[in-house]
């Protein structure tokens, strides 16, 4: 059954080809007129300026841990590849978003360029920009774990498979911590660089200045245009190829676990089956998204509202076809006495689908939340905040009991009651259906700044109104989709989480089976008190870190602000047109201000699992990442939809409800999108690297936690 | 060791017979003026009127509920008494808050009265108020802790003592869901009140038609004033007579079960007086605060910094007098190999003092966070909302980490290491020790609302400024006490819900060992799917039951606003001070408003549980209570700091700073405080009873839970 192995390396490859195609395909269009083109190089310049800085500070960080590690490897506290596997880890969860990044920052003139054309054909440049984010991502991720299955398979080969396979397993873990270490950095760093520049363009440009979004004479308006890519673009790339990893090397690893269950004559085929499977369907999943990428047609004179069904096309076809796949996949790997594994799948798939559906519901204006909170903002900024927030908080119920039901689903239809390891391999499962369609969710979702990009471009170069109308019609529909592909994102961390825990604990087990009778048996049981003060300690942490991320921005900010006004005041004919203003000046102060404030909220992340670690013991540690899982799955749901409802507020009285632009309404419709960014595109889909990055940090430092455990 | 019980009604008594003689001494001061007086009137017709709508509709749900239990007592599903005990928990809660309502209404036209003589005056009347207001909630619940404990005595006096007091503490839980039960409807009711009276009152008057705050002209004035006492007075005194009362019944539960541990013939007497201990310490702390009040003193002259320390050094006095009285009850009740459990109450109190200071310096505008709020104001309002937010999800960590550290400290004192439920034991008693000193800690809680009613008063009787000005510095002062107070309520309720989640843990095994085979044994490891669902469903609540609070408020405030606009508009003469607006029909439309509103939120809190119960068994219930629990501790202490905080940054701007009162800055710092009053006021506390009210309502239910659960 080794050869079910190479369906992975064969994925990776189709999908780094296709995205090459694809490329090639964008590369080959017009950039449009010289001011377009000189717009689109300060914004490629800015961005790479600001990614090869944040490189040197990640650097340093990697440098750090890759030291720890060995040194924890030279004293047998963690094996021998893991420093590698961790290295690996980062630099590929880098490497996607930096070439999500090129690609995007190459397609935004392109985009403008056809939007002049048509709507269509702006969105086929957009979206193919999207799609090679989303092939590198499910390519790169594939790749390497190909390549660390086969080093590590020949590194232990002297071992009988079913001692083997944990051991590969356990070991590949670390290559997602080092995914989400990076992706943890580049999405605050991101995250944070963004919403400052954004919010630094608008306190002064349109609210104290009064001039338009996106106007040339604005300095924060090229760091604002920066941003979307390095946070929307290379942030979001890093974030998905580790929830994309982190599910399959989980997965892996709950498949080990698992097989141990069986009688010893099955053991070794068996869990070799399992630990290939989800690598296995991950591939089925990439080929469907790109069948799902050629879905995605309209007629040169679409309309958003056609372009909107194409492109749903695309995704939920991709997600039917990798249910069929799936299901043969399943039968003829594990066998028909397993099919309840494909139902496990499914149930992610179905899960996800619905996830998508209900961050639409909460955050379009099609429906009442949203349209609520603009309503609420005729009594002005107070009530636009507090509908806000309720809507938000509110919106994480109904996706709270669609998990809850996935992860009850997939752990019964995997055989649950009567193999307790199998339900649980289950549940992981579901978390590699639910993301198996990556390459065309991711697509949906990182098409949306390259539309925004372009629309700036428009802007600047003083394109015809038209052009601008479509690429706002491009990024709106991109927020609509976006949705649905946070929706398979969101859900897919609580799933793989929830594995992540349940292989620590497993990890936990073995490490003090080893250490022998001079340390008590685990107990797990919630009355433990140390266990419940982990929960305590994780739910805490949640809202600590969503705070220090906010108030970064906040930080960051202010400074934008300050140098953005004096800029106004002090460079002369600034205000008039007839001076540049100094945009690469505000893009350095962005970067140096982001890249000093992602290092606590980061730091907090990583060093809490390992100190409660050692305080608590490995009891509580489980508890810390079940109450940061927990709570963190709900927090993260509510600010991203608090804070997509308030976008789509004030886009909806923009529209011309409730006064329309410049209305006390619109102001106060401000209010709450300004208070929205940082939820939605910092801190919110910052936990979801989090509690991930948590359980990896626990499961690696373990060794190290049972060796200096006080109590 | 019987004898030790009678410390528990002669403290009762005690305390009920010098909240008389305050009474009187209160009803001795003078009114003051007709038009004074018939303020008071007013505001005091208004909270009777609320007060009676509100037990019209209570009283249906208890009857209900009553019924409810009735016929699962009749089915033996529940023990007999346990429907009665219910009834009588809510009679006394109710009763808490209506006879702390009738002193607060008759005492703040005589706090303005005496403030006309000196501020020190002002505080005595205000501060009798408020400790009358203590002293009922502590002899009203130990009185009828004491009345059950002799009438459950004597219904099971067949029974051997060891198998009587499980069964006797079991019942009494009972007794903490009906007062659980009644503090929920008064806390999300008369939060709802008081924050939709006063947004309503400040987003038209003050906002809209630029008239100060308690202008007689404004209708909603007199609700304002009205609600301060139904929400901040009747409200809180049901909750907190509920978190007093359901601390000392969940340890005499823990009690029960502790003493199993040991021998034969120890058990007996052991069990008892570890039953009783928690009435006898609460006894003490109850001198301790009457000792404390009379340490309360300060010359004529004292300015605002002489009397808070005066009020510290009551507070401070009597947690002191606590402890060194504990230390002498666990030595001769328990002896003193069972001194640890000195050290339990030592922590709760400890950590009691410290969370309060936490609170202050999250909240107070001594401190950098409020002010860091304030400068924030001068970029706008989406800064001051996400500087807010930021100060107060931080602030929850360090008041996370006391509670956990006061956790570990209260089960490893009492020798949780060697005997697992003395530790529980414990961390209950912890709770018990915190909340011993409420007399006087509530009463620097309680009587802010007098001394903001008091300056309402003084305000429409247009009394000289300086009387105004002297009842805002004992209002700021409330708030100051006020926080202190709060940290001990609230870090109370993490304690006592742990216990709960103990005490519901215990039942639960009790009643699956009575159903015999038929069910499995509980697994409650933290990787069991159904419990960490539980977890996931626990957390989630939370956030919903805050949501839908806020929302309650949103939708009864904009329904202000209408009624405060149409009569600013159609009333003619009344913008000229002629014609006096419908007081009383503002009070009637936030009486309606509020009573509808309350009921979704309050039915989730209780449904909630028995349907996870049903569906997830009761394995998913102990997740439900332990995610709600931690979550709701955090999400309780993040509302409630933010909330402080931007109204104390509100008032630190009106005092001058960033510009002050009429500025932009100021503008942005009332946009703060109106998104902050349903954070601190309502959603905030209501989460402190949710929290334990589910997991009455869990303990309960656990018979029928047990007898239909469907997996």
Redesign the interface.
Known sequence: MQWLYWFAPAGALVALGFAVLLVLGILKKKEGTDVMVSIAKAVREGATAYIKRQYSVVAIFFVVVFAVLLTLAILKLVPLPVPFAFITGGFFSGLSGFLGLKVATASSARTANAAQKSLNSGLRVAFSSGMVMGLVVVGLALLDLSIWYVILNSVYKAKPVVERLPIIASTMLNFGMGASFYALFARVGGGIFTKAAD?GAD?VGK?EAGIPEDDPRNPAVIADNVGDNVGDVAGMGADLYESYADSIVATMALAAAAAGGLTAALAAEMSLKMVLLPLVIAAVGLIASIIGFFLVRAGERAEQRVLLWALRRGIWGAALLTAIGAFFVVWFVLGPSYIGVFFSVLTGLVAGVILGFLTEYFTSDNYRPTKGIAR?AE?????V???G??????S??PS??V??AA??GA?YFAG?SNNFNM??YG?GIAAVGMLSTLGITLATDAYGPVADNAGGNAEMAKLKPIVRKRTDALDSLGNTTAATGKGFAIGSA?LTA?AL??AY?NEAQEAIRKAGSTIAALD????N?????G??????????I???I??A??TS??AI?KDVRHQFTHTKGLMQGKVKPDYAGTVMLCTKSAQKQMIVPALSAMVTPVVAGIILGVEGV??LL??AI??G???AI?MANSGGAWDNAKKFIESGQFGGKGSDAHKAG??GD??GD?FKDAAGPALNILIKLMSMVSIVFLGLVVALKLF
């Open positions: 919010v306190l609210v609420s009594t002005g900024p107070a009530t905040i507090i509908e927030l309720s809507v938000g908080m509110i994480a119920a709270v009991i998990v809850a992860v009850l752990f649950g339900g649980l549940v609580a929830l825990l349940v604990r797990i049981s919630l009355t008190p140390r266990l419940l003060i929960i305590f300690l994780g739910a805490m942490l949640v809202f600590l969503s705070a220090l906010m108030r921005i906040g900010a202010q602000v489980l508890g079940a109450g927990t709570t799955f709900a927090m509510f401000v209010v300004t208070v940082p």
